[in-house]
C-alpha cells in the first residue's frame, strides 16, 4: 500500500511538473526560439537579441537604480542611526545596556533581511512602466539635434520629441520615489527614536537632515513638475478652430503664473524646513502657503482668463493673436513637410487648336483612364484562371516601353486558399501544395473604349509582346494574409499554368525563405507554436523543408519595426531579380510643438486611431516576393527620429543610395501622405495671420457628387516641360463651393520627388470643377442619348474618376464611361471617353477621337461667334431687276412657293 502510494505521488509530481515546464516553455522560450529562427531567415538575428537587450538592461538598469536608491538611503538610516546614547536608567543597569545595545545592533545589521527585499518590492512597480517606455527611452538617449528651434521658448525641436516625453515621465516616477521614501525613512526614524532613545522622544539631528535632504529633492522633483508644465501650452487645443497652440492669454496669463506657482510652492517648502529646523519664520512661512494657496486657486478657475479672453483679447482678436497665428502656420507647415510648397499662378486661355499640339499628344498616351476598382474586378475575371488566384489591388507605376516612358496598371496573382471548395480545404492542400500566387499582370494607362484591351503581361505562363520579363513570378509573400506553408515537399506544389492539370504544373521551393524544419526538434517546436499536429506527423517533408509563415508583407514589417507606422498600398514592383513589394513607412509624432494635430482616424488602422502633429515618409522598405527578404532605407535623412533610429539599429536602415537602381526608378510619393498634407494644407497655405483668422482663402478636396475627388497619378510633363515625370494630383476647391480654387501636384521622379507645387488659378474667376463639368456632361442631349439607349438594353452605365489635365494655359476634364452588365457575368468594359474644356464636352470610342471631336466642336462654336458679332455691313446689295418678285429661297438655295394669307 505504501508503495502504490509512493507511485502514485511520484507520478502525480512527475506529471505536474512537465505540466509547468510545458507552461513555462509555451509563454518564456517558445515565441523566442520561433522569432529568433524568424529573424535569422532574415539576417536580422542581431537586430532582434539587440532588442530583447536593450528592453531587458533599460529595465534592469533603472531597477537598479531605484534599488539602490531606496536601499543606500535604507542602509544609511539604519548605520548612522540619530543616537546610540542609553536612557539614564540603563546606564548603571548592565542588563539593561546590553537589551539596548541587543536592539541597536538589530537596528543596524538584522534589520537589513527587511531593508533589501522592502528596496526591491519598491523599486518594481516605479520600473515597470520604464520596461513599457524603453524605446522612447533610447530615443531621448540617442536622438540627435533637428537643428532648428520652437519660437516660444528657444528650445531644439527634438526637446520636444525625444526629451519632454522622457522628462515628464521620470518626474511623475522621481517624485513618487522619493515621497514614499520619505514616509519610510520617517517610520524608521520614528521606529528607532521609539525603541532606542526614550529619553528624547524627537528625531535625532542626523535624523533630521537625512530627511531634509530627501524633502529637498521631492521638492525640487515638484518644482521641475510645476515647470514642465509651461510646455503643454504648446499643446492647447483651446483656440480651435482658429488655431492651435498657445495664444495672449496662455502666454501673458498661464505662463507667469506657472513661474509665480513653481517659486511659490519652491519657497514655501524651504520655509517650512527652515521652521522645522530653527522654529522660527513662521509668519513668512504662512504667507508663502497663502500664497501658494491663492495662485493654485486662481490657476484651477478659469475666471481671469475668460475675462481677460472675452473683454480684452476677443475684440482686436486679429491683432493680439497675431504672433501667435503665425506661429502656428509656421509649426505645422514645417511639421506636415509643407513649409517649401511652391505656388504658381495658372491663367486660364482657353485652346481651340488640339490635335497639332505635341505635349498633348504625348500626354494621351499616358491618362490613366480605367479606376482601379473596376480593373480588379476586369483582371479577376480575365486573368484569374482558377478560383484560388486572386489580385488583391491594383498598383500604378510606370515602365519604359519601347522607347517612352509609360504609366502602366499592374497587380500581382496571388494566392487565396479560402476561396478553395470546401471538399479541398484539408491541411494537405493549404500547408503543403496550395503555397503561392503566380505573376503579375500590366496594362498601359490609356485604353480604347469599343475595343480589346491591351496587355503588358498577361496569362500563365506569362507572355508579353513588349519584351517584358518576369525572373521569378512565384509569389510566396503579398498582400493576402497567407497561411503558413511548408517547402519544398515530397508532393510538389501547384503551380497551374494555362492547360496545365497534370503533375507538369507542380513545383519545388528553391529559396531562402522560412525556417528550416530539418530536425525533429523544430518540427516539434513548430507544431506546439502553431497548434498543428500534423507538422509534426508528416511524412511529406524532406530535409531542405522549410516551413514559411507571416507571409503578410505588412504583419512581417510590423513584427521586425513596430515602431514604423506603414503605409495602407503597398505596390509590387518588376525588376531583373524578379518580383518586389515596396512599402512607404512613416515617423510620427504628437510632440512637435504649435503644430496643429491630426486624427488618424481619418486615415486608416495603420495609424491606431490616435493624434499626431509630425510625419514623415522617411523610410522605404522592399520585401522580397519569393524569398520574404526584408530590406528598409533611409529615405529622409533629415529627419531626427529617423536619425535617432539609424544610430539606435545601423545594422537595419540602409542609406538610400543602396537601394538597386533598378528599383530607385520605381519609387513614389505615398499617396495616403499627400492626402495627410492636403487635407492640412487646405487651411494653413493662408500664410497671412490676418486672412488665416478670417479663413479667407479655405479649400476643401474637389468634389464628384457628394465623393472627395482622391488624389492620382499621371505622367506629365506639367513641372518641367522638357521632361515627363511621374507626378501625384489633387485638385482642391474653395470650402462649400463646386468650383476649383488650385490643382496641387507633387513629383515623384529625379530631382523633383518631394517637390510640392499648387497651381493656384484666378480667385475672381469661374473655373469649373468636377461636379460642374459632370452636370454639363449630363446636360449634353448627344451623350445623355446614347447612354439612354446602353441602360435601356439592361447594362448598367458608370461614370469614372473625372481627370483634369493642365496643359499650356488650358484645362481637360477626361472621364472614362463604363458599361457592367446588369445580368450575369459582371465585367466592367470601358466604353467611351468624354472630354471637356468646360462648358462643351464630347464622347467618342478612343481618346484620340474625343480631342479630333472637341476641337471641331470648339472651332465650330468659335466660328458661330464670330460671325455673329461680326460688324453689319453699311449698305445691303441690291436686287436684281426682273419683271416681277423673285421667289423666295430655302436654307440650301432652293425657290421656294409664296404664299399668301
Given at each position: 500500500?505504501?508503495?502504490?502510494?509512493?507511485?502514485?505521488?511520484?507520478?502525480?509530481?512527475?506529471?505536474?511538473?512537465?505540466?509547468?515546464?510545458?507552461?513555462?516553455?509555451?509563454?518564456?522560450?517558445?515565441?523566442?526560439?520561433?522569432?529568433?529562427?524568424?529573424?535569422?531567415?532574415?539576417?536580422?538575428?542581431?537586430?532582434?537579441?539587440?532588442?530583447?537587450?536593450?528592453?531587458?538592461?533599460?529595465?534592469?538598469?533603472?531597477?537598479?537604480?531605484?534599488?539602490?536608491?531606496?536601499?543606500?538611503?535604507?542602509?544609511?538610516?539604519?548605520?548612522?542611526?540619530?543616537?546610540?546614547?542609553?536612557?539614564?536608567?540603563?546606564?548603571?543597569?548592565?542588563?539593561?545596556?546590553?537589551?539596548?545595545?541587543?536592539?541597536?545592533?538589530?537596528?543596524?545589521?538584522?534589520?537589513?533581511?527587511?531593508?533589501?527585499?522592502?528596496?526591491?518590492?519598491?523599486?518594481?512597480?516605479?520600473?515597470?512602466?520604464?520596461?513599457?517606455?524603453?524605446?522612447?527611452?533610447?530615443?531621448?538617449?540617442?536622438?540627435?539635434?533637428?537643428?532648428?528651434?520652437?519660437?516660444?521658448?528657444?528650445?531644439?525641436?527634438?526637446?520636444?520629441?525625444?526629451?519632454?516625453?522622457?522628462?515628464?515621465?521620470?518626474?511623475?516616477?522621481?517624485?513618487?520615489?522619493?515621497?514614499?521614501?520619505?514616509?519610510?525613512?520617517?517610520?524608521?526614524?520614528?521606529?528607532?527614536?521609539?525603541?532606542?532613545?526614550?529619553?528624547?522622544?524627537?528625531?535625532?539631528?542626523?535624523?533630521?537632515?537625512?530627511?531634509?535632504?530627501?524633502?529637498?529633492?521631492?521638492?525640487?522633483?515638484?518644482?521641475?513638475?510645476?515647470?514642465?508644465?509651461?510646455?503643454?501650452?504648446?499643446y492647447k487645443n483651446t483656440h480651435l478652430p482658429r488655431f492651435f497652440g498657445p495664444g495672449f492669454v496662455e502666454m501673458w496669463i498661464e505662463l507667469p503664473l506657472i513661474w509665480l506657482t513653481a517659486i511659490a510652492f519652491t519657497t514655501a517648502v524651504f520655509s517650512f524646513i527652515y521652521y522645522v529646523h530653527k522654529r522660527r519664520g513662521l509668519i513668512p512661512l504662512l504667507s508663502f502657503i497663502g500664497i501658494l494657496l491663492l495662485l493654485t486657486g486662481v490657476r484651477a478657475t478659469d475666471f481671469?482668463?475668460?475675462?481677460?479672453?472675452?473683454?480684452?483679447?476677443?475684440?482686436?482678436?486679429?491683432?493680439?493673436?497675431?504672433?501667435?497665428?503665425?506661429?502656428?502656420?509656421?509649426?505645422?507647415?514645417?511639421?506636415?513637410?509643407?513649409?517649401?510648397?511652391?505656388?504658381?499662378?495658372?491663367?486660364?486661355?482657353?485652346?481651340?487648336?488640339?490635335?497639332?499640339?505635341?505635349?498633348?499628344?504625348?500626354?494621351?498616351?499616358?491618362?490613366?483612364?480605367?479606376?482601379?476598382?473596376?480593373?480588379?474586378?476586369?483582371?479577376?475575371?480575365?486573368?484569374?484562371?482558377?478560383?484560388?488566384?486572386?489580385?488583391?489591388?491594383?498598383?500604378?507605376?510606370?515602365?519604359?516601353?519601347?522607347?517612352?516612358?509609360?504609366?502602366?496598371?499592374?497587380?500581382?496573382?496571388?494566392?487565396?486558399?479560402?476561396e478553395l471548395p470546401e471538399a479541398a480545404r484539408n491541411w494537405i492542400n493549404i500547408h503543403l501544395q496550395y503555397s503561392h500566387g503566380y505573376g503579375i499582370v500590366m496594362i498601359p494607362a490609356v485604353q480604347g473604349g469599343d475595343e480589346p484591351m491591351t496587355w503588358f503581361l498577361s496569362d500563365m505562363p506569362i507572355i508579353s509582346d513588349f519584351d517584358f520579363k518576369v525572373s521569378q513570378p512565384g509569389i510566396y509573400y503579398g498582400e493576402q494574409y497567407y497561411p503558413y506553408t511548408i517547402v519544398?515537399?515530397?508532393?510538389?506544389?501547384?503551380?497551374?499554368?494555362?492547360?496545365?492539370?497534370?503533375?507538369?504544373?507542380?513545383?519545388?521551393?528553391?529559396?531562402?525563405?522560412?525556417?528550416?524544419?530539418?530536425?525533429?526538434?523544430?518540427?516539434?517546436?513548430?507544431?506546439?507554436?502553431?497548434?498543428?499536429?500534423?507538422?509534426?506527423?508528416?511524412?511529406?517533408?524532406?530535409?531542405?523543408?522549410?516551413?514559411?509563415?507571416?507571409?503578410?508583407?505588412?504583419?512581417?514589417?510590423?513584427?521586425?519595426?513596430?515602431?514604423?507606422?506603414?503605409?495602407?498600398?503597398?505596390?509590387?514592383?518588376?525588376?531583373?531579380?524578379?518580383?518586389?513589394?515596396?512599402?512607404?513607412?512613416?515617423?510620427?509624432?504628437?510632440?512637435?510643438?504649435?503644430?496643429?494635430?491630426?486624427?488618424?482616424?481619418?486615415?486608416?488602422?495603420?495609424?491606431?486611431?490616435?493624434?499626431?502633429?509630425?510625419?514623415?515618409?522617411?523610410?522605404?522598405?522592399?520585401?522580397?516576393?519569393?524569398?520574404?527578404?526584408?530590406?528598409?532605407?533611409?529615405?529622409?535623412?533629415?529627419?531626427?527620429?529617423?536619425?535617432?533610429?539609424?544610430?539606435?539599429?545601423?545594422?537595419?536602415?540602409?542609406?538610400?543610395?543602396?537601394?538597386?537602381?533598378?528599383?530607385?526608378?520605381?519609387?513614389?510619393?505615398?499617396?495616403?501622405?499627400?492626402?495627410?498634407?492636403?487635407?492640412?494644407?487646405?487651411?494653413?497655405?493662408?500664410?497671412?495671420?490676418?486672412?488665416?483668422?478670417?479663413?479667407?482663402?479655405?479649400?476643401?478636396?474637389?468634389?464628384?457628387?457628394?465623393?472627395?475627388?482622391?488624389?492620382?497619378?499621371?505622367?506629365?510633363?506639367?513641372?518641367?516641360?522638357?521632361?515627363?515625370?511621374?507626378?501625384?494630383?489633387?485638385?482642391?476647391?474653395?470650402?462649400?463651393?463646386?468650383?476649383?480654387?488650385?490643382?496641387?501636384?507633387?513629383?515623384?521622379?529625379?530631382?523633383?520627388?518631394?517637390?510640392?507645387?499648387?497651381?493656384?488659378?484666378?480667385?475672381?474667376?469661374?473655373?469649373?470643377?468636377?461636379?460642374?463639368?459632370?452636370?454639363?456632361?449630363?446636360?449634353?442631349?448627344?451623350?445623355?442619348?446614347?447612354?439612354?439607349?446602353?441602360?435601356?438594353?439592361?447594362?448598367?452605365?458608370?461614370?469614372?474618376?473625372?481627370?483634369?489635365?493642365?496643359?499650356?494655359?488650358?484645362?481637360?476634364?477626361?472621364?472614362?464611361?463604363?458599361?457592367?452588365?446588369?445580368?450575369?457575368?459582371?465585367?466592367?468594359?470601358?466604353?467611351?471617353?468624354?472630354?471637356?474644356?468646360?462648358?462643351?464636352?464630347?464622347?467618342?470610342?478612343?481618346?484620340?477621337?474625343?480631342?479630333?471631336?472637341?476641337?471641331?466642336?470648339?472651332?465650330?462654336r468659335s466660328d458661330r461667334i464670330q460671325k455673329r458679332l461680326a460688324p453689319a455691313p453699311e449698305t445691303f446689295p441690291a436686287e436684281p431687276e426682273t419683271g416681277g418678285q423673285a421667289p423666295a429661297a430655302d436654307s440650301r438655295g432652293n425657290e421656294t412657293e409664296k404664299h399668301s394669307d
Open positions: 500500500m505504501q508503495k502504490w502510494k509512493r507511485r502514485l505521488i511520484i507520478s502525480g509530481a512527475a506529471v505536474l511538473s512537465l505540466c509547468i515546464i510545458y507552461i513555462v516553455f509555451n509563454f518564456v522560450f517558445l515565441d523566442f526560439f520561433v522569432n529568433f529562427w524568424w529573424f535569422g531567415s532574415l539576417d536580422f538575428q542581431g537586430y532582434y537579441l539587440k532588442r530583447i537587450f536593450y528592453r531587458e538592461l533599460t529595465f534592469a538598469a533603472v531597477f537598479l537604480f531605484f534599488s539602490l536608491v531606496f536601499f543606500s538611503n535604507f542602509w544609511f538610516a539604519s548605520r548612522y542611526l540619530g543616537t546610540s546614547s542609553i536612557a539614564r536608567e540603563c546606564q548603571l543597569n548592565l542588563e539593561c545596556r546590553k537589551r539596548h545595545e541587543r536592539m541597536f545592533h538589530n537596528f543596524q545589521s538584522g534589520s537589513m533581511k527587511i531593508y533589501t527585499p522592502l528596496s526591491f518590492l519598491l523599486a518594481i512597480p516605479v520600473s515597470i512602466p520604464f520596461y513599457e517606455k524603453w524605446e522612447e527611452g533610447l530615443l531621448w538617449f540617442f536622438g540627435p539635434s533637428s537643428g532648428i528651434q520652437d519660437p516660444v521658448f528657444g528650445k531644439n525641436i527634438s526637446y520636444y520629441l525625444f526629451s519632454y516625453p522622457i522628462y515628464s515621465f521620470l518626474q511623475q516616477k522621481l517624485l513618487t520615489v522619493f515621497s514614499l521614501l520619505f514616509f519610510f525613512l520617517l517610520i524608521l526614524y520614528a521606529l528607532e527614536s521609539r525603541f532606542l532613545n526614550q529619553d528624547e522622544q524627537a528625531l535625532s539631528k542626523s535624523a533630521r537632515i537625512h530627511l531634509t535632504v530627501i524633502a529637498v529633492i521631492a521638492t525640487l522633483m515638484g518644482t521641475w513638475g510645476i515647470l514642465l508644465q509651461r510646455v503643454e501650452l504648446l481671469i482668463e475668460r475675462n481677460i479672453q472675452e473683454y480684452f483679447v476677443v475684440p482686436n482678436e486679429s491683432v493680439r493673436e497675431k504672433p501667435y497665428i503665425e506661429r502656428s502656420i509656421e509649426s505645422t507647415l514645417y511639421a506636415f513637410d509643407l513649409q517649401d510648397a511652391e505656388t504658381r499662378n495658372y491663367r486660364i486661355h482657353p485652346v481651340s487648336e488640339l490635335t497639332k499640339d505635341v505635349d498633348l499628344q504625348k500626354s494621351l498616351r499616358n491618362i490613366p483612364l480605367w479606376d482601379r476598382e473596376l480593373l480588379d474586378a476586369v483582371f479577376t475575371q480575365l486573368q484569374s484562371f482558377n478560383r484560388y488566384y486572386d489580385f488583391s489591388d491594383v498598383d500604378v507605376d510606370r515602365y519604359t516601353v519601347n522607347g517612352v516612358y509609360q504609366q502602366v496598371f499592374l497587380a500581382a496573382r496571388e494566392l487565396n486558399t479560402e519544398p515537399n515530397d508532393m510538389g506544389e501547384i503551380d497551374r499554368q494555362a492547360g496545365k492539370n497534370d503533375d507538369a504544373g507542380k513545383v519545388h521551393y528553391s529559396g531562402t525563405g522560412g525556417v528550416s524544419l530539418s530536425t525533429i526538434w523544430r518540427k516539434i517546436l513548430f507544431s506546439v507554436y502553431f497548434q498543428e499536429q500534423d507538422i509534426l506527423l508528416t511524412s511529406k517533408t524532406n530535409k531542405k523543408s522549410r516551413i514559411l509563415f507571416r507571409r503578410n508583407i505588412l504583419e512581417a514589417i510590423r513584427t521586425v519595426t513596430p515602431f514604423f507606422v506603414l503605409d495602407e498600398d503597398p505596390y509590387i514592383v518588376n525588376t531583373s531579380e524578379g518580383l518586389f513589394w515596396v512599402v512607404d513607412a512613416y515617423t510620427v509624432s504628437s510632440r512637435f510643438p504649435n503644430a496643429q494635430q491630426y486624427s488618424r482616424n481619418a486615415m486608416n488602422r495603420n495609424f491606431d486611431n490616435k493624434e499626431f502633429n509630425y510625419i514623415r515618409n522617411s523610410v522605404k522598405i522592399t520585401v522580397d516576393a519569393y524569398n520574404g527578404n526584408i530590406a528598409y532605407y533611409v529615405f529622409d535623412p533629415s529627419d531626427p527620429i529617423i536619425r535617432a533610429y539609424s544610430r539606435i539599429y545601423p545594422e537595419l536602415l540602409r542609406p538610400i543610395d543602396r537601394m538597386p537602381e533598378e528599383m530607385r526608378a520605381h519609387l513614389r510619393y505615398p499617396k495616403q501622405l499627400f492626402r495627410i498634407q492636403m487635407d492640412v494644407y487646405a487651411k494653413y497655405h493662408q500664410t497671412d495671420p490676418e486672412i488665416f483668422y478670417r479663413e479667407e482663402d479655405t479649400w476643401e478636396f474637389a468634389k464628384m457628387g457628394s465623393r472627395n475627388v482622391k488624389p492620382y497619378y499621371m505622367t506629365l510633363n506639367t513641372l518641367n516641360k522638357e521632361n515627363t515625370e511621374f507626378l501625384l494630383f489633387s485638385p482642391m476647391s474653395p470650402l462649400g463651393r463646386d468650383n476649383l480654387r488650385s490643382l496641387v501636384v507633387v513629383g515623384c521622379d529625379g530631382d523633383n520627388y518631394g517637390k510640392i507645387v499648387v497651381f493656384s488659378f484666378p480667385p475672381g474667376r469661374q473655373i469649373l470643377g468636377p461636379s460642374q463639368i459632370n452636370a454639363l456632361i449630363n446636360q449634353d442631349t448627344d451623350i445623355a442619348q446614347e447612354i439612354s439607349l446602353w441602360a435601356q438594353t439592361g447594362s448598367e452605365v458608370i461614370y469614372g474618376r473625372m481627370i483634369l489635365l493642365p496643359l499650356r494655359n488650358t484645362l481637360l476634364y477626361i472621364q472614362p464611361l463604363y458599361i457592367r452588365s446588369a445580368a450575369g457575368l459582371k465585367i466592367p468594359e470601358l466604353k467611351r471617353i468624354i472630354i471637356s474644356q468646360g462648358d462643351l464636352a464630347v464622347m467618342d470610342r478612343s481618346i484620340e477621337g474625343a480631342v479630333q471631336k472637341l476641337e471641331t466642336k470648339l472651332k465650330a
